[in-house]
C-alpha cells in the first residue's frame, strides 16, 4: 500500500472511535495525507461545517455513528439523525466536492434469518431502530453518490481502542471461574485493524477508477458464534476455552433484537481487485498479538481464575 494514489486528501470523520483510530494509523503508515476529525471537532448534522471539512479533500472515511444499538429503540430520531440524515448531508458535500465516499454500515440492516451468507444485493429489512437508521444513510449514499459512494457494512467488530467483546470476554477472565456466552447467533468475528486496512485500499482503488461504487461487505472470511469467539479467544490467549459455556440468547434479554444470522457473502471484492478479508481466526491471532490485547490476556492469565 503506498501514497502513490492517495495524493489526495483524506478526511476521516468519527476519527475518535475504534475503527477511526485504526484508520488513521494505516494511513499514517502509508504516508497518505489526512485528518481526523471527532464528534468535538465536526458535527456531522450540521451542512455548513460538513462542506467546509470535505472542501479539498479526495476521500471521506466515515466512521462517525451512533452506535448504542438498544438506545436507539427509544430514541430512534436521534438515531437516524446520526445515522440517516447526517450520512445524506455527508453525502451531498462530498459530491458537491467531487470527493469519494467510504460510509461505514451493519449487518442490522438485514433481517437476520438467512441460512447462506447474505449477498451485496440482498433484501433489506432491519429488525431493530438502529438497522432502520443505518439503512438511512445506506439509501443516502447510493442516491446521491451512486458512482463515487460505498457502502461498507460490517459486524462483530473489535479492536485495540474501544470497548468490545473479545476485550470484555479477557477482562472477565480475570474475575470470573466461568462465563455463559450464546452459541445461536452466527458471524463473523472482524478486527477493526483489518478492516481499516481493506478500506484504505478501496479508497486507493476508487481514486484510481478502479474500484465501483456500491455495497461491500467488510467482514471477516469464515463464521463462528459469540462462543466460538470467546473460546478461541481464550485459547489464543493461554486461557481454558472450556471455561466459557454455552447458553442461548433467551438468556440475555436486551430491547433491541438481534439478528441470529449475520454471515456476509464478499462477492463483490473481486470487482475492485481485492480479495475477501482474511479468516476470522487468523485476524483474531494478529490482533491478540498486539500490545493491547497481549496485556489484556496477561492479566487474565494472572488474575484468580487464569
Known sequence: MTADSGAAHWLVTGAAGMLGQDVLAVLADAGIKATGLGRADLDITDPAAVRAAVDGVGVVVNCAAWTDVDGAETAEDAATAVNGAAVRVLAAACAAAGARLLHISTDYVLPGDASQPYGEDARTSPVNAYGRSKLVGEQAVAELLPHDGYVVRTAWLYGEHGPNFVATMLKLAAQRDTLDVVDDQHGQPTWSYALARRLVEL????????????????????????????????????????????????????????????????????????????????????????????????????????
Not at 241 to 268: C, G, K, M, N, Q
Open 203 to 306: 479508497g486507493l482503488a476508487a481514486l484510481d477508477g478502479r474500484a465501483p461504487g456500491g455495497v461491500y461487505h467488510g467482514t471477516a472470511s469464515g463464521r463462528t458464534t459469540w462462543l466460538g469467539l470467546a473460546r478461541e479467544s481464550y485459547r489464543l490467549s493461554g486461557l481454558d476455552p472450556e471455561r466459557i459455556r454455552p447458553t442461548t440468547s433467551a438468556a440475555f434479554v436486551r430491547p433491541a433484537v438481534r439478528p441470529s444470522f449475520s454471515v456476509l457473502a464478499h462477492d463483490r471484492w473481486a470487482a475492485a481487485g481485492l480479495p475477501p478479508l482474511p479468516d476470522w481466526r487468523d485476524q483474531l491471532t494478529e490482533a491478540l498479538a498486539t500490545p493491547g490485547f497481549t496485556a489484556l490476556s496477561r492479566t487474565a492469565r494472572d488474575g484468580r481464575a487464569g
